[in-house]
């Protein structure tokens, strides 16, 4: 049998974090012009892009007369990974598409555009483990930044269990050799929670305070995703006057 890879020595992890420290996050607001709304995130070494199109109208096979329909696509590109990755979409890019859209879907207002279709594009130019939930939080600000009505900006992060340890946003490393990573995402404002995945075992206790420690770093994800907000439109205001 291999021995466990030792990921935390006198108590600090790979990139010197604690176990319940989050990685430096940046969020930047409107980048692309040419969409209806984008961002660009990084999240310790996770390098992402969003960018929203519509709602557009659609009389296509799939359209709700109800409500938009939302699309998203994950894509990692070739050079993301530490190894050139094959740039045709991944059963995994698949998946995670998916769950994207699905930790998504229950923020926004779909109602308000029936015969439409708002499409979501996430480009991963480089990760480093934590990149779906990344997503999240990227493409949430997106949809904001396209004016979407929401409930509530979403955002996510991964807890899960190395070395033993109970630790907060996992790495590349960790999220291969650690023993559980399960990434959650959050709806703060009505205390529910849209994504919730695992990876590995957990005990109960160990899973409940999984979800308090998730929740607690989301309060703090999302003032980043505000004040990322606010400081495009303060900075549009000064451009008008
Ligand atoms: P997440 O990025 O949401 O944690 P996974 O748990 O599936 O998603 O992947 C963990 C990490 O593994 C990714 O962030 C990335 O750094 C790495 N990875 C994923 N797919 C590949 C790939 N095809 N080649 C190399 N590394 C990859």
Same mark, same amino acid.
């Given at each position: 049998m291999s021995a466990e890879p030792q990921l935390i020595v006198n108590g600090k $992890?790979? %990139? *010197? $974090? *604690?176990?319940t420290d989050l990685r430096p996050l940046k969020i930047d607001v *409107? !980048? !692309?012009? @040419?969409?209806a709304g984008s961002s660009y995130i990084e999240h310790g070494k996770n390098k992402i892009y969003a960018a929203v199109y519509g709602p557009k109208d659609s009389h296509r096979y799939g359209t709700s007369m109800e409500k938009a329909v939302i699309r998203c696509r994950y894509h990692m590109s070739?050079?993301?990974? %530490?190894e050139r990755k094959n740039p045709q979409p991944s059963r995994r890019e698949i998946e995670i598409s998916k769950v994207i859209r699905d930790a998504l879907?229950?923020?926004?207002?779909?109602? @308000?555009?029936?015969?439409t279709i708002i499409d979501v594009f996430i480009e991963v130019l480089q990760s480093d483990g934590g990149s779906r939930s990344a997503s999240i939080t990227a493409a949430s600000v997106a949809l904001a930044d396209a004016g979407i009505p929401m409930r509530d900006l979403v955002q996510a992060v991964a807890v899960g269990k190395v070395n033993g340890t109970l630790v907060l946003d996992l790495n590349d490393i960790e999220d291969k050799e650690g023993e559980a990573d399960m990434p959650v995402a959050f709806m703060l404002n009505e205390n529910k929670i849209t994504l919730l995945q695992m990876d590995g075992k957990m005990t109960v206790e160990e899973f409940k305070a999984g979800i308090t420690m998730a929740m607690e770093a989301a309060k703090k994800i999302k003032e980043i995703q505000k004040e990322a907000l606010q400081r495009k439109y303060a900075q549009a205001g000064e451009g008008s006057r």
């Open positions: $992890r790979t %990139d *010197g $974090r *604690g176990p *409107g !980048i !692309i012009k @040419n969409a070739p050079f993301s990974t %530490d879907e229950p923020a926004l207002l779909l109602e @308000n555009f029936p015969k």
